[in-house]
């Protein structure tokens, strides 16, 4: 947590001693230099923000659900209505296999678990697992999550899967490499596509109306494509050749626009494949939840070991706006706030003024939001074989409080 040292007020008092007759006076008070008035200001400045963060820092209300096994690869995804929860269980795999790399091993045990979080205190029951070998992706929508299925060969097929009911529909299923994938509004999806004898990925889209275009790597490589969840905007990584790693916006709405003039940004150089998988790898992306405020994605820097957001839409489309240092993770409150997650804790923090940082819990907790209002905020905490899953409420601050800081 970043402190401010509290500093209330500024007196000078004079203190009078009298000693038999003689006449005691107010020393004169001495004129302060410039550094004197510099120091003077910033202490006021201190003291002032300090009160704002008290009266603008978010309070939330936790209690403990309960827990899901997990093999510690990727975060379990949470349903947009915050009731089910899907975590990969078995056998760990491997980095080279999630990002679908080739010669990649088949994860022959790993598998995909379903829970259900019950009303009020009742916890957490299992629903279905589903057979492996099976991987879970990082994508979810109303009605599902997305799985991968390596098949022997070489391929890879796409799958979703129904929150409630645990069928799996496949989505792509074909001799290719099929990995990584985003679901979007409408029905739209994004994945990676290459033939089994092929090193490099391109980016397939396909449409609310089934039809399906291709972007070919052409020299370079496509990874990790993400919707926007604000619009038919499509955020996907770029590695070149030469190690350059850029993040791309297309437009997504129609095959056409998907063509035309896109967007983007250098994020590193030198970078190697594993730099976009950092960058993603605490990611939630579940369409289903309010959109935030502007257009934007929020992803790990891995340059800048922080968490970042990049607006291409916006008048700083040119740099990206970096959160708190050592930042793994981040979702926004319901203000547009994030709550970060961090080595010394969670954090919340002001995105109309960024130095108000303020801890709220002194373990390092994955916040996911939901549109459940009676627990807005589900709380992942790691272990070594399970999540455990808590509850979070904004809580009002004291009015007392909020009127004295105010003051």
Known sequence: MIKFASVGSITL???VISIGCSKSEWPRRTKLNEQQVRELNQIAAINQHGDQIEAASFRGETWNIGAVEWDSSI??????????????????????????????????STAVQIWEILPGQAGVRSIKQLPAPLLLGDSADDEGFLVEAPQNGGARWIGKVDWRTG???????????????????????????????????????????????????????WLLPEWSKRSNMLYVW?????????????????????????????????????????????RSNVHGLTPPFVEEIVFYDPANQCMAVWMPTGINSYRTLLLANSSI????????NFLLTMPEGLHWQDTSDLRMIVRINHQPLFARRTTDPMRPFLLLDPGQHVVRIRGMRPSKPDPAETNAAAK
């Not at 039809?211 to 070919?216: D, G």
Request: glycine letters at 8%; charged letters at 15%.
């Open 167 to 221: 069928d799996l529909n496949w989505l792509v299923k074909d001799n290719q490499v099929n990995a990584l994938a985003s679901l979007g509004a409408s029905g739209r999806l994004a994945w990676c596509t290459r033939p089994s004898g092929s090193d490099a990925f391109d980016l397939a889209v396909r449409f609310p109306n089934g039809a399906q275009f291709k972007v070919p790597a052409s020299g370079s490589e």
């Open 13 to 15: 008092t004079a203190v």
């Open 75 to 108: 975060m379990p995804l949470i349903s947009p209505d915050g009731r089910f929860i899907a975590s990969s269980i078995g056998a760990a795999p491997s980095n080279a296999t999630r990002l679908a790399l080739p010669g990649a091993r088949i994860p022959e």
């Open 329 to 336: 993770s981040a979702a926004h409150d319901h203000q547009g």
């Open 238 to 282: 770029r590695l070149n050749p030469s190690g350059l790693l850029q993040l791309v916006a297309m437009d997504g709405e129609s095959p056409t626009t998907l063509a035309g003039e896109a967007k983007q940004i250098s994020i590193m150089a030198g970078a190697t494949r594993f730099d976009p998988f950092r960058a993603t790898a605490n």
